[in-house]
């Protein structure tokens, strides 16, 4: 039996539907969106270094792992600035 969607869960969504966009776009397009992220939106994406739900920056489709250290701090194509692996966010989407 499915739960009813709660109006907090519905707002999450609808706030993470520009990422959602960006990363569809992305994929249209072969390959990353040309567009970088906002200066400084961590808070409009509610950012957070600790995960949520089990979700994590590094099982995220956006989240782009530190090339010299997969364990160091990334970048996201989404969220501005350094990227915690463990972190999280509403734009979290799963990788496939």
């Known amino acids: 039996?499915?739960?009813p969607v709660s109006r907090t869960d519905a707002i999450k969504s609808l706030a993470a539907l520009p990422a959602?966009?960006?990363?569809?776009?992305?994929?249209l397009s072969g390959g990353r969106a040309s567009a970088a992220p906002a200066a400084n939106n961590r808070a409009q994406?509610?950012?957070?270094?600790t995960p949520k739900n089990?979700?994590?920056c590094a099982a995220c489709r956006?989240?782009?792992p530190n090339k010299k250290n997969p364990?160091?701090?990334?970048?996201?194509t989404v969220v501005s600035g350094s990227i915690n692996p463990k972190g999280w966010c509403i734009a979290w989407a799963k990788k496939s």
Do not use: S
């Open 62 to 64: 956006f989240y782009v």
């Open 20 to 27: 959602v966009a960006l990363g569809i776009a992305a994929t």
């Open 54 to 56: 089990g979700q994590t």
């Open 45 to 49: 994406f509610k950012y957070q270094d």
């Open 1 to 3: 039996m499915k739960r």
């Open 71 to 76: 364990k160091a701090n990334g970048t996201c």
